[in-house]
């Protein structure tokens, strides 16, 4: 798309809209894809989401906006699916990645225990969910009261903050990694190296690979955002 608005105002919504702020082109609200007003819980993200669009150019470049992907998804998508969203995360748990570790070789298997084991533990002590830890890639099945409360914790969210945890999720492959972003347990960066860390290993053994590249760069571009858009919900 090109650029046919000028102004860029980030503003308490009217009153029929409830209680948020909008963003304005030309006056005119923001948008979802579905085509409902972009309703934000605050001014923060309602202005970091109107400093995407005023920093886009002669072009629309929507990779360039990730928290107002974020913000549409929490309005097109999580809203009107939010028992699903919740279903699909807490199923992460059941073969989390922190829980899988290898059999060999040992420097593998250290690093392994030195990154996800604390992750483990956190998820014990803060969250009530005692995980088992197994080797190998055979499924281990997990104590249900740890399920339960792994799923307590993702329902407890609301539909934005749930929102950034399905991308840390989803992009991490692992529902702990993801919590522990979200409670500031971990950094963007710490959560990508957590998530990486088998590929991180294997690159170190074996050198880079360009499309492996791209993916990691996405990774850690998703994670970042997340990071920013569950801080800003919090300003």
Not at 48 to 58: F, K, L, P, R, S
Not at 109 to 132: E, I, M, N, S
């Amino acid at each position: 798309m090109k650029r046919v608005y000028q102004t860029v105002l980030a503003e308490p919504a009217p009153a029929d809209l409830g209680a948020g702020f909008v963003v304005r082109l030309d006056g005119r609200p923001l948008r979802s894809p579905a085509k409902a007003v972009l309703l934000l819980p605050n001014a923060s993200l309602a202005q970091a989401v109107a400093e995407e669009w005023d920093a886009q150019e002669t072009e629309i470049r929507p990779a360039e906006m990730p928290l107002t992907a974020l913000a549409t998804t929490a309005i097109d998508l999580v809203v009107p699916h939010r028992a699903l969203v919740v279903d699909e995360l807490a199923a992460y748990a059941e073969t989390d990645l922190v829980c899988y570790h290898a059999e060999r070789p040992p420097a593998l298997v250290a690093r392994q225990r030195a990154t996800w084991l604390p992750l483990v533990d956190w998820a014990a002590l803060t969250l009530d969910a005692p995980l088992k830890v197994t080797q190998g890639i055979l499924p281990a099945a997990q104590p249900p009261e740890a399920l339960a409360a792994l799923r307590s914790a993702v329902e407890a969210l609301d539909d934005h903050d749930l929102t950034a945890l399905s991308s840390a999720t989803k992009a991490a492959a692992s529902l702990v990694i993801g919590l522990a972003l979200s409670r500031g347990r971990l950094t963007a960066e710490q959560a990508f190296e957590a998530a990486e860390l088998d590929e991180s290993y294997q690159m170190e053994l074996w050198g880079e690979d360009a499309e492996a590249l791209e993916r990691r760069a996405a990774i850690l571009a998703d994670l970042e955002a997340a990071e920013r858009f569950m801080a800003l919900l919090r300003a």
